[in-house]
């Protein structure tokens, strides 16, 4: 931004320097996922390739195997009622950061990545016991250790969180065998630890899926495109589908912003990812004019609605719209390909 090229922003908040390394991650931004691994999977590869096949955020692709299997519908939206309760650390944290191994020139991970893996499908955090299992039963001692190392780094990558889970409850354990739990307490150390517990895996479960539906709900329904062909940023095809594979929420007010997190003003956010959050507010109703005017595809809907759109999408109930582009190629666009 402007503020941050004058030198006026203070350097912890600057890009390449918030949330960057152990101890500013901490103090930043906790979270399951690491942020570098974030910002190259979420900022560089869903941003620009939106809806592509290097995307690695496509929900119907991402549950290609749920869609195909055989089992009733309640059966598989209770798979993704689990997702959804817990898709940060089963789901995003291990494809964040296997982005980022898979990034790194001439690793030792990326040497020896399984040839029987394939790359850009979604790894699931249960992924890692059952490879190590099948690795070893079948003699390839070699997948396995690649396995149990990937597994290792992974741990240590939420390691913050789970400490963030547990902790409480430990610690309350621990001053009972002390001897620091007070006698006149109500209850003892274990009812306490029990609640505590519980409290923090309920909270947890509830911000996974409110963070679920914010930002994995608007770029999934039969109503939204996958294209074929890559496309140059910032050009009018990239521009078009930002609308063709984006949904809006609610947008407008104080409360309603603060909600979603922002995340409402998905289609402008993805044409212009560098603006502050209340400027896409005073931006959204100029694009969605643009698109009324010019017959081009604009959704606002419901974020709940668009919940189980996305849900349908990922159980095989409804499919996403396939086409190379939006606009017919043209010999500067086959040159991207």
């Given amino acids: 931004s402007d503020l941050a090229k004058s030198g006026e922003m203070t350097p912890r908040w600057r890009r390449g320097t918030f949330a960057i390394g152990a101890w500013r991650r901490i103090v930043d931004w906790l ?5 570098e691994a974030w910002n190259l ?39 993704m009622g689990f997702f959804m309760l817990t898709w940060k650390y089963t789901y995003y944290s291990t494809n964040t950061l296997k ?35 099948s690795s070893v039963l079948r003699g390839n001692l070699k997948d396995a250790l690649f396995w149990l190392v990937f597994s290792l780094r992974w741990l240590l990558l939420i390691s913050p969180m789970l400490l963030s889970v547990f902790a409480p409850p430990a610690l309350l354990l621990a001053s009972d065998l002390a001897g620091l739990w007070p006698a006149s307490a109500p209850g003892s150390a274990a009812d306490a630890a029990r609640l505590a517990l519980a409290v923090c895996v309920l909270a947890e479960c509830l911000t996974n899926a409110h963070s679920f539906i914010i930002i994995a709900c608007n770029h999934a329904g039969d109503d939204l495109w996958r294209f074929s062909s890559p496309c140059k940023p910032y050009g009018a095809e990239f521009f078009l589908r930002c609308a063709y594979a984006g949904v809006n929420f609610e947008t407008g ?17 993805h044409m212009f990812p560098d603006m502050t959050p209340l400027q896409y507010r005073k931006l959204q109703p100029l694009v969605k004019e643009v698109c009324r005017k010019h017959k081009v595809l604009y959704i606002q809907e419901n ?10 999408v990922a159980t ?17 666009d086959s040159k991207t390909k």
């Fill in 316 to 332: 095989g109930g409804a499919s996403m719209g396939r086409c190379e582009a939006v606009l017919p190629p043209t010999t500067e």
């Fill in 303 to 312: 974020a709940l609605w668009r919940t189980w759109k996305t849900c349908l």
């Fill in 31 to 35: 979270d399951w996922m690491l942020p």
């Fill in 99 to 133: 982005q980022l191994l898979m990034s790194e020139k001439d690793t030792w991970m990326v040497r020896n990545w399984p040839q029987a893996e394939p790359k850009a499908a979604p790894l699931v955090a249960m992924r890692f016991p059952v490879a190590i299992l």
């Fill in 253 to 269: 007010t104080e409360i309603v912003d603060v909600l979603y997190g922002w995340l409402n003003y998905q289609i402008e956010h």
């Fill in 41 to 79: 999977e979420h900022n560089k590869l869903h941003h620009y390739q939106l809806s592509e096949e290097g995307d690695p955020d496509v929900v119907e692709a991402n549950f290609q195997t749920l869609r195909e299997m055989p089992l009733p519908v309640f059966v598989k939206m209770a798979v």
